[in-house]
């Protein structure tokens, strides 16, 4: 399962490729073709003089666009509206170079001297190319935006396919024969000795089967939600455990109603408690804090142990894939981080800004 991703990113490198193929064809296609009708279309004799002013129309042309495609990809401007004002400068600018460009090889050249009986013919090839322009502003414009649009429904095909494939490994982390057999061999002891507690830990296995499966369909879960599964979870490890799992929540009541990708709370108490925690023979406490600051919820996960190399290659999985959903909803306002607290404790931290939609919740 850990090159789930990959499909979906070659395709996108696919795309890419291809777009800029796309591109230079259309690019050296189309100029040429509007060259040889200029050829076509100018007066008898059709000699070399009408060739070199085809090419030199089409090829200022062909540069003066492309170099607008370079400005505006330097500066990643992708929406229509930031776009228009300097495709709109270009209608103008393109046309003017590609006239003043006619006008001086035909002088220098061909020694044919502009004269004001010429303004006319200058004025009419002026607003042919500003017509040409304009149409090229109009295709790129419009394949621009089919290309934004179809990279955002990529990014949204990744992040759902990301989801599915951390509810799946987590689902599988839970139903696992070691986890359910932990369970069932404590409850099998707790029926005869504590009843009451047998019926406990029932729920709690219910209900944290029920909420993986629930997390399957939503976008979001509200930091509330994820906190009880979280809790039913330790509830359940504790049994395990017992005395050698000790479990220290400081949540800010602020931010109960956050907003965060379902089961990744969840990820990363169960890296404290299985990479950190249970490699322990006298145990350890797992500390979970949440804060608001700034625009943002703060999360952090610290458990007794120590960042091994052993550790952080085992845990990759689950943590990358997180870090990949951050990444996909949030883009770089998101982070997660695992990393040494001091010498006996790691701390997993992890930053998601504040949004007031409750999109997939």
Known sequence: MQSDNVPINTIVGGNRLADGRAYYLSQIAGWSLYAGLLYLLSPPPRGAHAVILAVLWCGTGLLGTHLLRWY??????????????????????????????????????????FEFTHERVALAHYFQAVLVISVWCTVFLSANEAKRRRLAEMDALQLALTAQVAQFRALRSQLNPHFLFN??????????????????????????????????????????????????????????????????????????????????????????????????????????????????????????????????????????????????????????????????????AVVIPLRTNGAGS
């Not at 709370?265 to 322990?280: D, M």
């Not at 943590?319 to 990444?327: H, P, V």
């Open 72 to 113: 505006v990809s330097r500066r990643r401007w992708q929406t229509i509206p930031r776009l228009i004002p300097p495709f709109a400068i270009a209608t103008i600018v393109i046309p003017a170079v590609m006239n003043t460009a006619q006008i001086a090889v035909n002088t220098l050249l061909f020694h044919d001297r």
């Open 183 to 348: 369970c069932l061999n404590s409850l099998r002891e707790l029926i005869e000795e504590d009843r009451d507690r047998a019926k406990q830990v029932i729920d709690l296995l219910s209900g944290l089967l029920r909420y993986t499966l629930r997390a399957d369909r939503l976008e979001t879960v509200s930091l509330e939600e994820e906190l009880q599964a979280v809790q039913d979870y330790l509830s359940l490890e504790k049994i395990r455990f017992e005395e050698r799992l000790r479990v220290h929540l400081d949540v800010d009541p602020q931010s109960l109603q956050a907003k965060l990708p379902p089961m990744l709370l969840q990820t990363l108490a169960e890296n404290g408690v299985k990479h950190g925690i249970a490699r322990l023979p006298s145990g350890g406490e797992l500390r979970l804090v949440t804060q608001m600051l700034q625009g943002t919820l703060r999360i952090e996960v610290t458990n007794t142990g120590k960042l091994s190399p052993t550790a952080v290659n085992s845990s990759a999985v689950g943590l990358d894939n997180a870090r990949e959903r951050l990444r996909l909803m949030y883009g770089k306002e998101a982070s997660l981080t695992l990393s040494d607290q001091d010498e006996s404790s790691v701390c997993a």
